[in-house]
């Protein structure tokens, strides 16, 4: 550069390719966004369904968070959260979160109303009026 104002041009064929590409692979994302949830139809009753199908093993995460929030540590945690996924996964009978009630140890840590916090449904649309609001809806 001969003077302290010019500007250096030599990486300019990256701001020429790299903004019109990325607004173009943008405009295409939207747009395939936009087909794909254009005739979403949805169905709470057959979600509900498939919700129970899982014996609650949808609960896991926030079961094995709220363990380790408790004082347990994060292994033993996560093995006791673990034995009984696959216990009412495999073997029937009472479901996941029944399971983890009639735990003892766990019941003892956290206490029934924690572990029933824990894996109830409601807590992960605690924040949807909020999310609604925000999005002008």
């Known amino acids: 550069m001969a003077l302290w104002h010019e500007r250096d041009i ?3 064929s990256a701001e020429r ?5 990325a607004t173009i692979l943008l405009d ?3 747009a395939e966004l936009e087909a794909l949830v254009s005739g979403h139809q949805v169905f709470p009753h057959r979600m509900l369904a ?3 199908s899982s014996r609650g093993l949808w609960a896991s995460q926030g ?3 709220a363990l380790t ?3 347990l540590e994060r292994r033993q945690a996560y093995e006791a959260v673990q034995r009984h996924a696959m216990d009412a996964w495999q073997r029937g009978g009472a479901d996941f979160p029944t399971r983890l009630q009639l735990d003892a140890e766990l019941s003892r840590r956290i206490g029934g109303k ?3 916090e824990a ?3 409601k807590r992960h649309l605690r924040h949807e009026a909020l999310i609604y609001k925000r999005c002008g809806l």
Do not use: K, M, Q, Y
């Not at 390719?17 to 590409?21: A, I, K, S, T, Y």
């Open 10 to 12: 030599s990486h300019s």
């Open 50 to 52: 498939n919700l129970r």
């Open 69 to 71: 929030r408790a004082g």
């Open 119 to 121: 894996v109830d449904a």
């Open 63 to 65: 079961a094995l968070l």
């Open 17 to 21: 390719v790299l903004f019109p590409d």
């Open 28 to 30: 295409f994302i939207l």
């Open 114 to 116: 924690g572990l029933r």
